[in-house]
């Protein structure tokens, strides 16, 4: 089982950025993944999580309208786009996966991915 989470790097406040996460070893529409965020000096936060079942996807208030998750089951892999991102965006990005409906809560998920920087700044 692998999840290798791309795409992070060096934004301007405004900006935009799109993350991808390549599942491998399973068959991702059986699972929900969810995408975490880890600021320094501060705990992992759930942002949005995406699922097959019939449980809604989320998103965590604060990316509400700027941040919208994705999944391509033939490509076994799960996006987020990111827009309007704004300094406090900054953190390494991990994307997780979960058998069954979607969670917000980081110890709900049982693997994760290396994780992504991304960096919010002109």
């Known amino acids: 089982v692998q999840l290798q989470a791309s795409g992070g790097g060096l934004v301007q406040p405004g900006g935009s950025l799109g993350l991808s996460c390549v599942a491998s070893?399973?068959?991702?529409?059986?699972?929900?993944i969810g995408w975490f965020r880890q600021a320094p000096g501060k705990e992992r936060e759930g942002l949005s999580c995406?699922?097959?079942?019939?449980?809604?996807?989320y998103y965590q208030d604060s990316v509400k309208g700027r941040f919208t998750i994705s999944r391509d089951n033939a490509k076994n892999t799960v996006y987020l786009q990111m827009t309007s991102l704004k300094p406090e965006d900054t953190a390494i990005y991990y994307c997780a996966r979960r058998y069954g409906p979607c969670s917000e809560y980081a110890d709900d998920y049982s693997d994760w991915g290396q994780g992504t920087l991304v960096t919010v700044s002109s």
């Open positions: 995406t699922a097959n079942s019939i449980s809604r996807s």
């Open positions: 070893g399973f068959t991702l529409r059986n699972f929900a």
